[in-house]
T-cell receptor
Framework: GAVVSQHPSRVICKSGTSVKIECRSL??????MFWYRQFPKQSLMLMAT?????????EQGVEKDKFLINHASLTLSTLTVTSAHPEDSSFYIC????????FGPGTRLTVL | GIQVEQSPPDLILQEGANSTLRCNFS?????LQWFHQNPWGQLINLFY???GTKQNGRLSATTVATERYSLLYISSSQTTDSGVYFC????????????FGTGTRLTIIP
């Protein structure tokens, strides 16, 4: 199957700082990638759709100015959590694919 | 939007037992996938199964699209099967956005 990577796998930061998470499709090109957030013992919730060469599409209730998404190439999408606060602590997962979605290993963000 | 409910929410079984996990969805779908989320959070693709039946080793899945449900069968459970199982669907043709179910947490006891 296709491989999607994420970096970093874990990040701890202070409140007020910004954190960038990278999502890469390693063996295929992806014009669209998806970003999800998962709180402990809950399901995955879609945050936004990342579109190569154009603006991301955000789900209702997700602040676009707080969660900046850039999809500058066919293999890379980045999610930047700006001015992070403790309530942003979560597990962030990206996916890519066409008929079948493949998921990255996730990034665990802890904001102190 | 489409609603996806899974049952049971939790399941504890002895090693070697069989299990059936259910996924109900509220509208027509053109994509249904089953995933296993391991203890480290990685989502592992199990099946792409918008309709019909598929088998892969000890796992099999059946989707009855007209009745809006899918079943995941796990036979001869092993401790490595522990984790959370999610089904996820896309409701509109050409829209790849997945809506995830509520999940079933499976614990296999040695």
């Amino acid at each position: 199957g296709a491989v999607v990577s994420q970096h970093p796998s874990r990040v701890i930061c202070k409140s007020g700082t910004s954190v960038k998470i990278e999502c890469r499709s390693l063996d295929f090109q992806a014009t669209t990638m998806f970003w999800y957030r998962q709180f402990p013992k809950q399901s995955l919730m879609l945050m936004a759709t990342s579109n190569e060469g154009s603006k991301a599409t955000y789900e209702q209730g997700v602040e676009k100015d707080k969660f900046l998404i850039n999809h500058a190439s066919l293999t890379l999408s980045t999610l930047t959590v700006t001015s992070a606060h403790p309530e942003d602590s979560s597990f962030y997962i990206c996916s890519a694919g066409q008929v079948t979605q493949y998921f990255g290993p996730g990034t665990r963000l802890t904001v102190l | 939007g489409i609603q996806v409910e899974q049952s049971p929410p939790d399941l504890i079984l002895q090693e070697g037992a069989n299990s059936t996990l259910r996924c109900n969805f509220s509208d027509s779908v053109n994509n249904l996938q089953w995933f296993h989320q391991n203890p480290w959070g990685q989502l592992i693709n199990l099946f792409y199964i918008p309709s019909g039946t598929k088998q892969n080793g000890r796992l099999s899945a059946t989707t009855v699209a007209t009745e809006r449900y899918s079943l995941l069968y796990i036979s001869s459970s092993q401790t490595t099967d522990s984790g959370v199982y999610f089904c996820a669907v896309t409701a509109n043709f050409g829209n790849e956005k997945l809506t995830f179910g509520t999940g079933t947490r499976l614990t296999i006891i040695p």
